[in-house]
């Protein structure tokens, strides 16, 4: 029994130690994790920064197109007409003439040159609906008159 003691006391005292050595993985896994929450604020950060970058490069192609000098008022497209399912007609003014335009998916053709203008772009006409509307609403459409 003394024996028996002897040989028990030792393994005893060894188990913690034993327990011990077992735990020194988790415990170093645990020292080794990544932090979360500082994984989330840099994940977040770099969507920020991407985001960023993104609205930067909008910004600067909007300010290179308005750096081109164009005059957008030059060219005013008076009446355009569907003729099918991918054709038109369009009636623009350039430098006071107006061209009637044909435009299909693969080319634009000049279908005829005015000298004088057929139709005011200042007052475009109204149909019948538009002047019935306005007749029933009692007010007049129109740019001019609009005091809002």
Request: net charge positive; proline share 5%; with cysteine.
């Amino acid at each position: 029994m003394v024996r028996l003691l002897n040989g028990l006391v030792p393994l005893i005292f060894a188990v913690p130690a034993f327990a011990e050595e077992a735990s020194a993985p988790a415990r170093d896994a645990g020292r080794n994790a990544p932090d979360t929450l500082g994984t989330i604020v840099s994940l977040g950060l770099g969507l920020l920064a991407v985001v960023a970058v993104i609205y930067g490069c909008a910004w600067l192609i909007r300010r290179m197109n308005g750096m081109t000098g164009m005059n957008n008022n030059a060219i005013k497209v008076v009446s355009v007409l569907a003729i099918g399912a991918r054709e038109r007609i369009a009636l623009v003014e350039v430098g006071g003439q107006q061209i009637l335009l044909g435009i299909t998916p693969s080319t634009i053709r000049t279908l005829q040159v005015f000298d004088h203008p057929v139709v005011d772009s200042a007052n475009p006409p109204t149909g019948e609906f538009a002047r019935r509307l306005q007749g029933m609403i009692g007010k007049s459409w129109s740019a001019s008159e609009r005091k809002d």
